[in-house]
């Protein structure tokens, strides 16, 4: 039984790249990105490590100073100096170019960079921040990732740790260019692969005993209330659980309940039949006991006597066990309908070979074995250390629920992004603990449609349920019209799901990558851009309860930006405090962004290239953006659609089409939206240069122009006149209705409406409103509209 075939990898240097010693070796990988070695025996390790997968990379230009005593290593972007003795904090020294000093740009060998963090292998039992692993990228210039502790891959791509404890140290050193770190990251430890494109949507997790009966019936319910799913997540319940406790815990296993699921292929067609994928959640730490349906052929496979009954032991570095326990254990069902699995391995990182890591074989010949065919593949589970990028999607472990969790999730999501770890998938809500607080689930619904992956979840409690139809019908409203957007941002998602394969750059990004030299873009920590059109401010304190709105710090760069959730527009380089009530949280977009989407606003399961298109557009600026889509395979070539506005003619442009275009619907509806565009005259519409009549449709706030029946090889213009403007905000309306709604005493609304509707310049009326005395918050929400606009 054949494992499956090794990454691919390139991991022996460019002799031209390498500067060696009888006892050190240095390698420059990249301009800003060092290998450091040293050997006493003067061995080194040209295996592909867990981290490093290609050191094969283009040699960049370096000067090299040998003085004798004294070795330097001179890029555009470092100095290396180095004693040619043993590394020590005196003998080899390194300064970076580009930090924000430049005595914080010197690394001495033995010190940990003061980078800006990475991720963490797991969330299991977090109520709030918890300790992050390094990153790299840093605001003095320097990042060390330590891959001494790696174990390495053979040739055939089995594991070997025979050098584990080596000396070897890569030293990134790009200043505040923090994308090009993350480029960097992925030349030498390889690419995010492309997500399939159902991995995007909605998952449902839970974990609790259902039945065929009762796992179909809510599916059907959430159909009923036309919310798309698009991932069935089936807890560990799939299995028997109830065993022999001679024979140890029902926490392994591999054979199906047939109480609950009595014909487990005809219960995965059918969910497959409602456009969902299936995930199987496995503990596979206690191995294969004689119970189970698959033992006597795992016995057979690895030469043992079933008769005897004894138990086959989990052996991470066992080529024959790990062969046969993919191919007995794990294929049989995926024939059945399995399409991936969810390995909630929590049994530490230690196996029978020192420095040889369980999660990190598991995650790494999963992935491999789910690609098989032609597949795009995917894995579902936790963080197994720099390297793990590869082997999406993680499963960030069980959260306490509160509001202390939510507010760590999206530092902790975007951080992630520092090693290139984009995929992350939270407990939507909350694993177990806490207190039901609907609104603390409805804010944690409305990150989760905003984060990588939008995974619903729930622990084993009955009290305990993320759907919903189980919500007071405030909150339910908002969850249910979130969960559709999700479905809605598919053509978006997977846009950027192809361009962070391409450039190593995730989908959720905090925002100092994009504005490494703004300082206000460190003091932000929650905010995130969201692909390359969306700036998401989260939400994740409870509201004030006299105002009835949530607060949240955010800074908007230099310009202008439109809530696309409100259509508020806003004038940008400052630091401000939005304010939302329980229906929205603040999704902003820059003039000239072009975000498209599902057309249809009640999508249905499933996460096909649809029929029917939406491109939100925001005028005051050129923009461009290249829809990206496939047939949802590895072989298959990218369909490419440009979209492009030019702000001084006022034109937007769509297509035409690029690629094996029979990948995508024959005909299609676009929708163009201008959101927030002032009044303008109708717009004129061509498709391949010739006149087409086009159905406008208005609301108070937005223009969107609907053209039916166009092939993906033509060419769609949309005119809406020279240099069209913004609408300014209606500050009267938008005060009135915060007001009304505020649990506040008549006589202090009367007052501060009066201010706001004077006939005076913004400022001297947010002067005249802190004269008032108003309740700080009530101020500030009523001074975020009055002056959202210079």
């Known amino acids: 039984m054949p494992l499956p075939e090794a990454l691919p990898s390139r991991p022996v240097a460019d002799p031209r790249a390498v500067v060696q010693g009888a006892t050190y070796r240095f390698t420059v990988l990249t301009d800003g990105l060092v290998r450091m070695e040293h050997s006493a025996d003067g061995r080194f390790e040209d295996r592909a490590s867990t981290f490093a997968l290609n050191r094969e990379l283009p040699v960049p230009k370096f000067r090299v100073v040998d003085s004798g005593s004294h070795l330097e290593i001179l890029t555009s972007r470092f100095h290396l100096t180095y004693d040619k003795g043993s590394f020590t904090t005196s003998g080899l020294q390194v300064s970076a170019l580009g930090g924000i000093t430049h005595h914080a740009s010197d690394w001495r060998y033995g010190q940990v960079p003061d980078d800006l963090g990475g991720t963490a292998r797991t969330l299991d039992e977090a109520d709030g921040a918890i300790p992050l692993e390094p990153g790299v990228v840093s605001r003095t210039g320097l990042a060390l990732v330590d891959d001494g502790g790696s174990f390495c891959f053979e040739a055939d791509g089995w594991v070997a740790a025979d050098s584990v404890g080596r000396t070897d140290l890569y030293l990134f050193t790009y200043g505040l260019d923090h994308e ?104 596979p730490a206690d191995g294969v006991r004689r119970h189970e349906e698959a033992y006597p052929a795992m016995a057979e496979a690895l030469g043992c006597d079933a008769a005897e009954g004894l138990p086959i032991s989990f052996d991470v570095t066992d080529p024959d066990f790990m062969a ?66 590869r082997y999406p999607v993680g499963f960030s472990g069980d959260t306490v629920i509160s509001w202390a969790s939510l507010a760590f999730q999206p530092f902790f999501t975007a951080t992630a992004a520092n090693i290139g770890y984009g995929w992350w998938s939270h407990d939507v809500g909350g694993h177990f603990f806490g207190t039901r607080d609907d609104e603390l689930t409805t804010r944690w619904v409305q990150l989760g449609v905003f984060s990588p992956v939008t995974r619903l979840h729930s622990g084993a409690d009955a009290f305990i349920s993320k759907a919903p139809w ?152 050129d923009g461009s953006l290249e829809l990206l889509e496939d047939d949802d395979t590895t072989t298959g070539e990218l369909v490419r659609t440009p979209l492009t506005y030019d702000q001084a003619t006022g034109r937007l442009t769509v297509g035409p089409a690029t690629g094996p275009l029979d990948a995508v619907p024959a005909r299609r509806t676009w929708t163009l939206t201008f959101v927030a565009l002032d009044d303008a005259a109708t717009p004129a519409v061509m498709v391949d240069d010739v006149a087409r009549d086009a159905v406008v449709r208005r609301t108070a706030t937005r223009t969107s122009v609907v053209v ?3 092939a993906p090889s033509s060419t769609v213009s949309v005119d809406l006149g020279a240099a069209p403007a913004l609408r300014p905000n209606d500050v009267h309306d938008r005060v009135f209705r915060l007001l009304d709604r505020a649990q506040v005493e008549h006589v202090v609304k009367n007052r501060a409406y009066a201010v706001v509707t004077a006939d005076q310049p913004a400022a001297l009326r947010a002067s005249r409103l802190q004269a008032l005395d108003l309740e700080p918050a009530l101020l500030a929400a009523v001074g975020e509209v009055l002056l959202a606009r210079a």
Do not use: C, K
């Open 180 to 283: 090009d770190a993350l480029r960097a990251l992925r030349d030498v430890s390889g690419p995010t692969p492309v997500l399939p494109r159902y991995a995007l949507g909605t998952w449902w997790s839970r974990y609790h005993r259902y039945t065929t009966d009762t796992y179909l019936a809510l599916v059907e319910r959430f159909r009923q209330e036309e919310v798309p799913l698009s991932v069935s997540v089936i807890d560990m319940d799939w299995h028997l659980v109830d065993i022999d406790p001679a024979l140890g815990s029902g926490w392994t296993g591999y054979t199906w309940d047939r109480e609950l699921f009595p014909d487990p292929p005809a219960f995965l067609a059918a969910l497959h039949e409602r456009g969902l994928r299936v995930t199987l959640n496995v503990h």
């Open 470 to 621: 189980d919500f007071p019908a405030a909150a339910r409203e908002v969850m249910v019209e979130h969960l559709r957007l999700r479905h809605r941002l598919l053509p978006y998602l997977h846009t950027m799901n192809h361009r962070a394969a391409a450039e190593g750059l995730p989908l959720v990004q905090p925002m100092y990558h994009r504005w490494p030299h703004a300082q206000e873009a460190y003091r932000v920590p929650n905010q995130t851009t969201f692909g390359t059109q969306l700036v998401v401010a989260p939400i994740t304190e409870p509201a004030d309860r006299r105002t009835l709105l949530a607060a949240t710090r955010a800074w908007l760069p230099a310009g202008t930006w439109v809530d696309v959730m409100t259509d508020l527009v806003y004038d940008g380089d400052r630091e401000v405090v939005l304010h939302r009530d329980l229906t929205t949280i603040p999704v902003l977009a820059p003039a000239g962004a072009l975000v498209p989407l599902d057309g249809e606003t009640r999508p249905g399961n499933g996460t096909a290239n649809p029929d029917h298109l939406e491109v939100l557009v925001v005028v005051g600026a």
């Open 324 to 389: 046969a326990y993919l191919e007995v254990l794990h294929h049989p069902l995926e024939e059945q309908g399995v399409d991936f699995w969810w390995l909630d391995w929590q049994s530490g990182p230690h196996s029978r070979v020192t420095g040889v890591d369980p999660l990190w074989v598991l995650n790494h010949l999963h992935y491999l074995d789910d690609g098989r065919d032609g597949r795009r593949p995917l894995t579902f589970s936790r963080y197994a250390g720099p390297g793990s990028h």
């Open 708 to 710: 039916e029946d166009v």
